[in-house]
């Protein structure tokens, strides 16, 4: 699978990153819709992209 600005995951891998973030079941996120795994995986990583802006930028402040 890929997502859209962030290259391929793996099944385990998507599986890593939504059961961390929202504390599903691995049962619960392997029997999603694939689109809908994918949506949860944008906003995740999305999420993280723009934490990892701010936090560049607030370093460049330094």
Do not use: C, F
């Not at 619960?28 to 949506?39: F, N």
Request: aromatic share 8%; net charge positive.
């Amino acid at each position: 699978m890929t997502v859209p600005g962030h290259g391929a995951l793996d099944p385990i891998a998507q599986v890593h990153v939504l059961a961390a973030n929202y504390h599903w079941a691995r049962s619960e996120i392997l029997s999603m819709p694939s689109w809908e795994r994918r949506l949860y995986l944008k906003l995740v990583l999305d999420e993280h992209r723009e934490y990892e802006r701010k936090m560049k930028e607030l370093e460049s402040r330094r």
